[in-house]
């Protein structure tokens, strides 16, 4: 016997999607926890930058990934990775590139020719995600301070340091 694993659509978020997404942010640290409402918010405010990953498992849908960007106003050349989420089953495949990919494929992300994000020092794995994908996109990460801990966070959060990669052209498929 064997067992085949879920498939996984990747999709534009709906508003259905904005307390699933709260609830899978919740389960992985060190991912700060927003409002369920500022969830809803990019659920449908941000939904052409943003994207789920969605599997079957018994005829039920699970929400096992989620990615929330947003072209940054008047630089719309680059795209704002707000938060990524992987659920810990769904993670070592990959999924986060392909979520990063599918939003980039999209015609309203044509003109993207820079990304960005914040990341602590500590998360590891963010730091590797981006880093991969500014190799795969043939051009650079550059690290600088965007909110420092003290100056910005009232001591209250880690440094938040700005990843900034690009410039790149993305060859949509």
């Excluded at 070592?92 to 914040?118: F, V, W």
Aim: glycine share 6%.
């Amino acid at each position: 016997m064997s067992f085949s694993q879920p498939q996984t659509v990747l999709r534009p978020p709906t508003p259905n999607d904005g307390a699933p997404v709260f609830r899978l942010i919740g389960r992985c640290p060190p991912l700060d926890i927003n409002s369920m409402y500022c969830n809803l918010l990019q659920c449908t405010h941000f939904a052409g930058t943003s994207v789920v990953a969605v599997q079957t498992v018994n005829t039920n849908e699970e929400l096992v990934g989620s990615i929330s960007a947003y072209l940054i106003p008047e630089r719309e050349d680059t795209l704002f990775i707000w938060q990524v989420a992987v659920d810990e089953r769904a993670r070592g495949i990959g999924l986060a590139g392909n979520m990063l990919k599918h939003i980039l494929d999209r015609p309203q992300c044509s003109q993207i020719t820079y990304l960005e994000t914040t990341i602590t020092e500590s998360n590891k794995a963010s730091w590797a995600l981006f880093e991969s994908l500014a190799n795969k996109l043939g051009t650079t990460l550059e690290k600088s301070v965007m909110f420092d801990s003290d100056k910005h966070l009232a001591g209250e959060h880690d440094t938040e340091f700005l990843a900034r990669i690009g410039p790149f052209e993305f060859a949509q498929t």
